[in-house]
């Protein structure tokens, strides 16, 4: 599929809300899938380094 102007590119023969909807919920599924583990990973250390001052002032 060749587009005779980057304007058109966008457009996707008429279907560009869609196509580029589809776009970016995939690419804001594919960066939770990475920052989601991220986050939880660091909450996790931060929980651990407090319940073991916590222990150690016991």
């Given at each position: 599929m060749s587009f005779e102007?980057?304007?058109?590119?966008?457009?996707m023969g008429k279907?560009?809300?869609?196509?580029?909807?589809?776009?970016a919920v995939s690419l804001a599924v594919l960066?939770?899938?990475?920052v989601l583990p991220l986050l939880a990973r660091r909450r996790y250390l931060q929980q651990e380094a407090r319940r073991l001052r916590r222990e150690g002032k016991q």
């Open positions: 102007s980057f304007s058109d590119f966008l457009a279907h560009g809300v869609y196509v580029w909807t589809c776009f960066a939770l899938n990475v």
